[in-house]
T-cell receptor, first 111, second 116 residues
Framework: SQQGEEDPQALSIQEGENATMNCSYKTSINNLQWYRQNSGRGLVHLILIRSNEREKHSGRLRVTLDTSKKSSSLLITASRAADTASYFCATGAYGNNRLAFGKGNQVVVIP | DTEVTQTPKHLVMGMTNKKSLKCEQHMGHRAMYWYKQKAKKPPELMFVYSYEKLSINESVPSRFSPECPNSSLLNLHLHALQPEDSALYLC???????????????FGPGTRLTVT
């Protein structure tokens, strides 16, 4: 089964609103990462949260991790048109370089 | 320099052609990756190189042949591809994982491959 499976969301919001997306996974992890991908381009790393952390902030991003529920959420506050992208979570296991990517969430921010 | 470069940006090839994709990074990363991504899907890991040695091959068909000539370069040699191999091919690099550690991956912009 695939690690890091986000809730299948296509989110459309107005500029200035907050956007929340979720990710669930099935096995033990060392960390969970969020990436952004603009249409047809490379992925950009947003934030990494380790398995012993519960919440992390980076600018307008807030990530939570609940290892008991094997889930994570990404909150983007005060969204901008430039936040329009696909967002992927990816889980990292112990001791190897492999990242397991989730299905992704498409977010559209309307100016 | 936190950039991963990939060439070419676009590639159209016939099923009998041989071509290569190239990837380069100068961040001193010792882990490099090839991913394949279809439209509206997540990236699928193909290969991982760790200290210039192939450490992970995700059962990729032999028509894809990776090569890591040195710590900064990663190639993907393509031969006798099928139309279903058309996709965005992404290269990434990271610090190499130690036991209990993972690092963020830095991605290149990708090569859009079309097999005719």
């Amino acid at each position: 089964s695939q690690q890091g499976e986000e809730d299948p969301q296509a989110l459309s919001i107005q500029e200035g609103e907050n956007a929340t997306m979720n990710c669930s996974y099935k096995t033990s992890i060392n960390n969970l990462q969020w990436y952004r991908q603009n249409s047809g381009r490379g992925l950009v790393h947003l934030i990494l949260i380790r398995s012993n952390e519960r919440e992390k902030h980076s600018g307008r991003l807030r990530v939570t991790l609940d290892t008991s529920k094997k889930s994570s959420s990404l909150l983007i506050t005060a969204s901008r048109a430039a936040d329009t992208a696909s967002y992927f979570c990816a889980t990292g296991a112990y001791g190897n370089n492999r990242l397991a990517f989730g299905k992704g969430n498409q977010v559209v921010v309307i100016p | 320099d936190t950039e991963v470069t990939q060439t070419p940006k676009h590639l159209v090839m016939g099923m009998t052609n041989k071509k290569s994709l190239k990837c380069e990074q100068h961040m001193g990363h010792r882990a490099m990756y090839w991913y394949k991504q279809k439209a509206k899907k997540p990236p699928e890991l193909m290969f991982v190189y760790s200290y210039e040695k192939l450490s992970i091959n995700e059962s990729v068909p032999s028509r894809f042949s990776p090569e890591c000539p040195n710590s900064s370069l990663l190639n993907l040699h393509l031969h006798a591809l099928q139309p279903e191999d058309s996709a965005l091919y992404l290269c990434a690099s990271s610090q190499n994982v130690g036991v209990g550690a993972n690092y963020e991956q830095y991605f290149g912009p990708g090569t859009r491959l079309t097999v005719t």
